[in-house]
C-alpha cells in the first residue's frame, strides 16, 4: 500500500472488518469472493465495499471477484497484523474495568499492558494480570511498558488534562470513551465512542427513519 | 421535520451532539452561534455541520450565524428529548455491567429499566436498582417494562439467536456490543459499536496516516 493514501475514517473502521471475514472465508476454505458475498456475510453493501477497496487500488478481477488470500495478505499488511501495538488504560470505573477484562486480544497484535487509577495503591497493584499505577506515574509507566496510545475512560473533568500529558509525552492516538470533545494536535489520532451519543441515534433513527 | 427525510447515519450520529453543545451555548447565555464556533467547539469541520444542517433546510442565514434558542428547540424536537424510551439490556457480564452503571441518563430521555442474564437467579435480582432476569423471561419482562430497544452484550454464540427473539417480539432497535454481524429485517434498526474494530482502526490511522 502506498502511504500517502489518504482514506475516510469510515473505511479504515471498515478495514478490520474485512480483515475479519476475509479470515472466515480462507478458513473455510473458500479461494475467491464477490462483493456480493462479502456484502451479504458483513452487513455492508456491496457499493461501498466496492468503494473502500478502491482507495487501495485494483484488488480485485471483474467477473472474477476478489482472490481471498490475496486479500487477506494485503489487510494484514495494511492493517500490520504482524506488528504488536501496547495500549495503555487510563481510568479503571466500571468501563475501564470491563474494557480491561475484554477481549481485545482477538486480534492478537493489540495488548493493554499498563492501566493507571487514581484509587491504585502507590505501589500499584494489578487487575486481570495487568499492573495499575497511580496517575502521577503515567509519564514514566507508560514509558517503561512500551505503550504507544491510550485508552482514555477517565471522568469528563479530567480527559483534557490526561489528553495533554499524553500529548506532551508523543503518545500517538487516543481511544476516548469520554463524551468531552478533546483537543489535540493533528499528530494525534483520536477516535471517540461516546455510548450515549450512539443510543441516542439509534433512537433517533427509530422514531424518524421508519418505513 | 417533515417525516419523510432520510439523513446518513454518520449525520444521525452526530445530532445529540449537536444538541449537548448547543445546551452548553445555551446555559452560557450565547443567543446566535456560527458553524465556525460550532465547529471550534465540536471539533467537527464547519462544512460537515453546514451539510448537516442542509438535511433539515433553512436553520440559519447567511451571515448571521444560527440562532441558538431555535436550533436547540428544533434538536430537542428532532431528538423526541421530551419522550422517554425505556431501554433493555441483554448480558450482564463486565460490559454489560458496566453499561448497567453508566450514566446514559445525562440524556435524560433514556434509561435501562429491565436487563437479563443467564446468571441471574429464577426470581429475578437488581443490580444498581435495575431489575434482572433469566434469559427465557425476556419475552415477558421486555413487555411488562415496555422497553422499546435492546442493548446486546451477550456473547458472539447466542448474539443472533437473542436478535431473532427480540425481531419477533416486536423490538425496534438493537445497540449491539458483540462482534457479530446480525441479521435483522429493515423494521429493526441496528447500531453497532464493535470496540475491538475501532481499536484497530485507531491502529491503522497511526500507522499509516501519519504526516
Redesign the interface.
Known sequence: ?K?E??IP??T??R???Y??FLQNFANEGKKRVSSQELSE???IDSATIRRDFSYFGALGKKGYGYDVNYLLEFFRR???QD?A?N?ALIGVG??G???L????H??Q??KIVVAFDTKAPDEGTTINDIPVFRPERLEEKFKEYQA??A?LTVSARSAQDVTDRLVAMGA????NFT?V???VP??M?L?N???????????????????
Chains 1, 2 share one sequence.
Do not use: C
Open positions: 500500500m502511504p493514501i489518504k475514517q469510515a479504515a473502521k478495514l478490520p472488518l480483515y475479519r456475510a458483513m452487513k495494511t492493517l500490520n506488528e501495538t495500549v466500571n468501563l474495568n470491563a474494557l477484562k475484554y477481549n481485545f482477538k486480534n497484535n493489540t504507544e496510545l485508552i500517538k492516538g487516543i481511544l463524551p470533545r478533546l483537543s493533528d499528530s489520532k477516535m465512542i461516546d455510548l450515549s451519543l450512539e443510543l441516542q441515534a439509534l433512537i433517533y433513527l427509530i422514531r424518524n427513519n421508519q418505513e
